[in-house]
Each structure stands twice: as structure tokens, then as C-alpha cells.
């Protein structure tokens, strides 16, 4: 890594270290870890303007004052694996909270980590995914970023039973793994294996290439375009031309459903870096931007003419993403409504 790119990371730091500084997450993020799943269920004329959403057009104000006032699925995001660039994920994750995201459900509740290293046990993230579906009835979703988007496929492939036949679940407050291999499913309160659990939505941007070379992703060599059954929509980004990913015009290879999974694979432009596209937290400073993610929906041309010359370099990228991230933001939030409805109308219909 040249100097240039070093004093450039550096002023990174600074820049988002300015913002968020604190290194364990808001007292409520503890508080919600440990509610009743349903706990999270909103007011009834909350609860009406949810299941009234459109999963597929969902606004800044639907945002602001529906989905951040209910259920909110936790979101993982997990980083790459050159120091400092965890910094980079973490301009992500304030992003994410500009747009309206609560920061509580993207910081790790127990270290209060904006994100996650791919050099983690790909069976720790998974014992959080059980734990997480578990307490909040709500599914997560992965985010991963070169490395950090093999770990995130990895951990789909731990989820499918892929590297063991069983795994246990991880409590992030105490940073322990659990004696046990099952959850309560928060709808049916039936015991269930870690195994055979999903995510809602999963996606990469730039894994692969270099990141091959280190040992803990050689299992991931034949296994990291093939996406398995335990998430419901993967999308799948590449740059035109990245060097880090090894990824040129007609050389990538595109992700595939080994089965009922949603995949979609995503091309950037050629002028998107590898290492700084996560670096999107000033996008959602200025308003013709972020109007313009707000209102972008997937497929078809874009066209970003008009947009400032640096959020050209993010933008298609950001957009994207946040958009899934609504989209599953609602549909989780709206099927753990309609489980609490379903649940108090059983209680409350008369005997027979």
C-alpha cells in the first residue's frame, strides 16, 4: 500500500472517528437484545402505516416515520482485511444511520463494533445469527466488503451445513458461545437447529481475488459464487476493472443459486475503487443525493450526470444496498406484526 493511500486512510479516521466515537453502543441496544420478541411491535397507528408499505418503493419519510418506529432486523456488516480499512465500513454504517437506520441494530450489542473482521470464526457470526433471530424474531442482514464479503458468503455456507453438521450459539453481550446447537423459534416456540437457519438479504462487493491467499478462505475456493438456500435475496457486486478482486471486463464469474435463493449480480463502472466504496457517509449529508438514493429502485440505466463528481465514485453502490435494506427492513418488520396480530387474535377469541 502506496503512502498516498495510508495519508488517505489516515484522514479517514479522523473523519469518522469525529462521528460515533464511543466504543459500546447505546444503552438501548442492550435493552433490545435482551425484549421479548414482540416487545418491538409499535402502536397501533404505527402498526397500520407498516403493513400498509410497499416493500418495493419505500420513501425517506416511510423511513422516518414508519420502520424506524418498529421491528428493525439487525444488520452485520463486515469489513476487509487490511488495517485500517475497518474504518471504511464503519463510514458505511454511519450512512446507514444518516438515512435512518438505528444505530443500535447495526453496532455488535455487546462490543459495540460497527462491524465485524473476516478473520472472525465464520461460526461466531453464525451463533449471532441464531442468537439475534431468536431475541428479535427478526432475520439479519449481511453486508460484506472484499474479504468481507467471502466471510459473508461463508457464513451462508455454515448456515447450509456446508463446513459442520451442527453449530452453537453465540451470546454478544457476554462474548461467550452457548452449550447448546438449537434455538426456541420465536413464531412456532419450537426447538430448531442453528443449522437450517436464513438471513433475509446478503451482499458482497469485491470478494474474492487476493483474499483467496489467506488460509482461513481457502475453504471458500470452490464454494464462493455458489450461494445456498439460507438467504432469501444475495446481491452479488463487482468493479469492472478491480485488481483486488481480479475482476475485469469478461472475466467475472457470476453468483448462482444452488437452489430457491434470489441472486442478483450487479456490474460497477470501472471508475469505482475497491478499497474506498465503502467510504458513503457524507452522501447522506447533501440533500440532492440522498434524494437521489431515496428514490432509486434497481434495473435500468441511472443516470448520475447531475450528482457531484465524488458521489459518482459511491453511489450505485450505496443506493443499491440501501434500497434491499428497506425493502427486507419492511418485510420482516411487517411479517412480525402480522405474527403478534395472528397470536392476539388467537388469545382473544372465545373459547369453544
Not at 70 to 83: E, K, N, V
Amino acid at each position: 500500500m502506496t503512502k498516498s493511500t495510508w495519508a488517505v486512510l489516515l484522514a479517514i479516521a479522523v473523519a469518522v472517528g469525529s462521528v460515533g466515537c464511543a466504543t459500546q453502543p447505546p444503552a438501548s441496544a442492550r435493552a433490545e437484545a435482551n425484549a421479548d420478541p414482540f416487545a418491538s411491535v409499535p402502536p397501533a397507528a404505527v402498526r397500520d402505516r407498516l403493513l400498509a408499505l410497499d416493500p418495493d418503493h419505500i420513501s425517506g419519510r416511510d423511513v422516518r416515520e414508519t420502520l424506524a418506529k418498529g421491528p428493525t432486523p439487525r444488520i452485520m456488516l463486515l469489513h476487509g482485511g487490511i488495517f485500517p480499512v475497518y474504518l471504511l465500513m464503519k463510514s458505511f454504517g454511519i450512512f446507514l444511520t444518516r438515512m435512518g437506520y438505528p444505530e443500535s441494530r447495526i453496532r455488535d450489542p455487546g462490543s459495540g463494533d460497527w462491524s465485524y473482521s473476516p478473520y472472525d470464526d465464520s461460526a461466531l457470526l453464525v451463533g449471532i445469527v441464531a442468537w439475534e433471530y431468536e431475541h428479535a424474531g427478526l432475520r439479519p442482514m449481511l453486508i460484506g466488503h472484499s474479504q468481507g464479503g467471502m466471510q459473508a458468503i461463508k457464513v451462508l455456507h455454515e448456515l447450509a451445513g456446508d463446513f459442520a453438521p451442527s453449530l452453537r450459539v453465540f451470546d454478544p453481550l457476554t462474548g461467550q458461545f452457548e452449550e447448546r446447537t438449537t434455538i426456541v423459534d420465536p413464531y412456532t416456540h419450537r426447538e430448531r437447529p442453528v443449522v437450517g437457519l436464513s438471513v433475509a438479504y446478503a451482499s458482497v462487493v469485491g470478494a474474492g481475488g487476493l483474499a483467496f491467499l489467506m488460509p482461513n478462505q481457502w475453504s471458500m475456493a470452490d464454494r464462493l459464487t455458489t450461494i445456498p438456500d439460507t438467504v432469501d435475496e444475495f446481491t452479488g457486486f463487482s468493479i469492472d476493472f478491480d485488481l483486488v478482486a481480479m475482476d475485469y471486463p469478461g472475466s467475472t464469474e457470476d453468483y448462482r443459486p444452488n437452489g430457491t435463493a434470489e441472486v442478483r449480480n450487479v456490474e460497477l463502472p470501472s471508475n469505482y475503487n475497491h478499497v474506498f466504496l465503502p467510504d458513503v457517509a457524507p452522501l447522506a449529508l447533501e440533500p440532492e443525493v440522498r434524494d437521489w438514493i431515496d428514490a432509486y429502485v434497481p434495473g435500468g440505466k441511472h443516470d448520475t450526470s447531475s450528482l457531484p463528481a465524488e458521489a459518482r465514485q459511491h453511489i450505485l453502490w450505496a443506493a443499491d444496498v440501501w434500497y434491499s435494506i428497506k425493502r427486507h427492513w419492511c418485510l420482516e418488520a411487517q411479517h412480525l406484526v402480522r405474527a403478534w396480530l395472528a397470536t392476539r387474535t388467537a388469545t382473544e377469541s372465545p373459547a369453544r
